[in-house]
């Protein structure tokens, strides 16, 4: 078969493969209707490889529980590949808020240029703007349509159904003729059901996994591309809505969460997809080369069939032989006859199992392409998770899993954040120890800085009073204050006077002229170079003693333990322990899917290696078929020489039926299983194809062109690569 035909349902498949991430985010998804946070996971299409600057963008649609729109949160993440200094931005957001730096923007015209100084650019805002995909979701109780409110808390058989309204297309000429081409979108709907309120959960176009307490239950819709293949639905019926039903008693539902994205389609080479008439050609050999096949396990079922018989006919004549020499001489010509039909039959089944050992390889290969593109799928959506796992391979995929689990135990995730954190906080240690340092540094200063101006003011004080002094002295005695001193020695100057001159100096001392003098020169000197140095040399001094070194040593070991201990209770870390168990539940129900697989693979290789022995043996067993029939020409000649040989054919003969009757039965199944996979996969494929695979092809890459075109919700410039994705959340219904 040609590769579109295989990229066709490859397109379809993979969506499907999508379910199973989506569940696991689902199941890991917090209850709480909190605000819409930055999506920081998103892959990057080929496309925008070679754009300077990437947008990639999220939106956020709050739904009630009908679907109908209540607001539009958008999240842009613009990423500078180049590093670049400013980025020109166009975008219809308003309010808009730099949610992850202090970049800022200005306005040039219509578009926003962002001081971005080499970083990526991460902004919300809010936006009026019809979506591209409508969803509405109806509820129906006992077949009886209902509102949210008025299936809240009820009992019986009940419904819920999402419907999409795909309205983002383009007109596109295909045969000559407009036809609108929708923009490809995968809408993935996920919820979580209450196993006490709900059961006998179904869902078409989906998947259920239920773990004994809750119910996961995710669906896949492609609107429009139905429309867009031109595919009718007798043939494939592409799915466009989700419909869950189940019995339900004490109705209540939390959020539903819709996934929408037309990524899947943007990775597809169109300039590689082969022509049409190639593909049909391929088909009509498909179609030959199976009736082939068919007709040749026909044919080796009857042959081995034959054989079964005919061996029966040769041990009853090597019993006969062995009777005597005389019965055996007789009996020669028609032992030569049936070693004649035996050479043909075992030549015959040798060619019919030659050909199926020559499909081994092909069988195999396409096995191991699956298993390889199950491990490819299951890479991507653990690492989607936020999981670091190494390339999962057919040999080291169990090993892989098993580690991650492991490695989810909430002891490991603890141990593992507190690892982190704590390197973290030794990064920052000089930086701890900087501060802390200049913050008992300003404590030392300030009290060497209060002993040292403690010690002039005494000095300013001694010399001011001196001054005070010698001007109540000349005023009180009319002579200088050493004169005055020496009178007193001599006794010169009675009591009286010198207690009133004492007293009228320290009056004066008591003034406010004379304190503003003391504080003025006070402060004049401590202003002082001289003092400034005494000061720093002081607290330079202090800072070296053993005690403030001590001291400075206990606040960083202080305040690099309260770091530890804020960041460990933080909401994060207090996340990624309440996830981790989750998590570990959804990698171990993904590893027993592989497991089933590798069962699959591992018991393929042991049948074709089986085809292959047994291909071997029946051309060993045509050669000594061809032996026996030159040997049975000879038996006429010599029946004593004869009679060893026939002993040893009569001692091997059961061991011979048995093979050959295990040959036939697995003849048979293989003929069934044939004509099974013709009927149910082969002539649905040459159904599907019925001589439109033309315009398939061609409206297959008029709808992967259309998705390339369509990457931004709320605006983008021309020079801009871009992706987008959808998240709607529908408000939850409660019992009253």
Wanted: charged content about 20%; glycine content about 8%.
């Amino acid at each position: 078969m040609n590769k579109p035909s295989f990229k066709i349902t490859a397109i379809i498949l993979c969506a499907v493969l999508c379910l199973s991430s989506v569940i696991t985010v689902f199941a890991l998804t917090n209850d709480k209707t909190e605000e819409p946070k930055e999506d920081a996971v998103t892959a990057t299409t080929t496309a925008n490889t070679d754009k300077d600057s990437t947008k990639d963008e999220t939106v956020y649609v709050l739904a009630g529980a009908d679907g109908s729109v209540q607001k539009i949160i958008v999240s842009d993440w613009i990423k500078n590949a180049l590093g670049a200094a400013s980025i020109t931005d166009s975008t219809g957001l308003s309010d808009i808020e730099n949610v992850k730096g202090n970049e800022s923007y200005t306005i040039s015209g219509n578009a926003k240029v962002w001081d971005a100084q080499g970083n990526d650019i991460y902004y919300r805002g809010n936006i009026e703007k019809e979506l591209p995909v409508g969803m509405t979701v109806t509820y129906t109780l006992d077949g009886k349509k209902v509102s949210a409110d008025e299936i809240a808390g009820k009992t019986g058989k009940v419904s819920i159904r999402f419907d999409y309204d795909n309205r983002q297309y383009e007109m596109v000429k295909i045969d000559g003729k407009e036809e609108k081409i929708y923009v490809p979108f995968a809408m993935l709907t996920g919820m979580l059901l209450d196993n006490e309120h709900f059961r006998n959960v179904e869902v078409t176009n989906g998947k259920i996994i239920n773990d004994g307490d809750r119910t996961a239950v995710v669906g896949i819709a492609l609107p429009g591309l139905q429309e867009n293949l031109g595919i009718s639905k007798d043939k494939l019926n592409i799915p466009d809505y989700v419909e869950i039903t189940a019995d339900a008693s004490d109705f209540s539902l939390g959020m539903t969460v819709t996934f929408a994205a037309n990524e899947l389609f943007n990775n597809f080479n169109t300039s590689k997809l082969d022509s049409a008439d190639d593909l049909t050609g391929s088909i009509g050999e498909l179609s030959e080369g199976m009736k082939q096949l068919l007709d040749g396990s026909s044919a080796l079922y009857g042959g081995l069939t034959t054989l079964l018989d005919k061996s029966n006919e040769l041990v009853s004549g090597i019993n006969q032989l062995a009777d005597g020499a005389k019965v055996l001489k007789d009996g020669a010509v028609s032992v030569d006859d049936g070693a004649g039909q035996l050479k043909a039959g075992a030549a015959e089944l040798a060619g019919g199992l030659n050909t199926l050992k020559g499909n081994n390889d092909t069988l195999n290969g396409g096995a191991k392409q699956v298993f390889e593109t199950l491990l490819s799928t299951a890479e991507t959506q653990i690492k989607a998770g936020g999981i670091s796992v190494s390339t999962l391979t057919i040999d080291n995929y169990a090993q892989v899993l098993t580690g991650v689990i492991n490695s989810l135990d909430e002891t490991s995730v603890y141990n593992q954040a507190l690892a982190q954190v704590t390197a973290a906080v030794e990064n920052n240690r000089p930086l701890i120890v900087e501060k802390v340092t200049a913050a008992v540094r300003e404590q030392v200063a300030a009290g060497v800085t209060a002993a040292v101006r403690e010690q002039v003011a005494a000095g300013v004080t001694a010399a001011v009073r001196e001054q005070v002094s010698e001007q109540v002295i000349v005023a009180a005695a009319g002579m200088s204050k050493s004169d005055y001193e020496a009178a007193v020695s001599a006794g010169m100057i009675p009591a009286e006077t010198q207690n009133s001159i004492s007293a009228a100096i320290e009056a004066q001392m008591q003034t406010n002229e004379v304190n503003a003098l003391i504080e003025s020169n006070i402060t004049a000197k401590m202003e002082s170079d001289e003092i400034k140095a005494t000061v720093k040399a002081n607290t330079d001094a202090q800072m070296q003693t053993e005690a403030i070194q001590k001291t400075v040593a206990d606040h960083v070991e202080l305040q690099v333990k309260q770091a530890i201990s804020e960041n460990m209770a933080s909401d994060e870390v207090k996340a990624k322990l309440a996830a981790a168990s989750e998590g570990a539940k959804s990698i171990i129900s993904l590893k027993t899917s592989l497991d089933s697989y590798n069962a699959f693979y591992l018991g393929l290789l042991t049948y074709t290696n089986g085809v292959a022995s047994a291909a071997d043996g029946a051309s060993s067993l045509a050669s000594g078929a061809s032996d026996l029939k030159d040997g049975t020409a000879q038996l006429k000649a010599g029946a004593a020489a004869l009679f060893d040989g026939i002993l040893q054919l009569k001692n091997g003969a059961p061991a011979l039926v048995d093979g050959v009757s295990q040959l036939k039965n697995g003849a048979m199944q293989l003929s069934d299983g044939l004509k099974k996979f013709n009927e149910e996969g082969v002539q649905k494929i040459i159904e599907l194809v019925d001589n439109d695979m033309k315009g398939i092809v061609t409206r297959l890459k008029a709808t992967i062109d259309v998705s390339k075109n369509y990457r931004n919700f709320s605006g983008i410039s021309d020079d801009m690569g871009g992706q987008v994705k959808f998240i709607y959340r529908t408000e939850e219904i409660k019992s009253k």
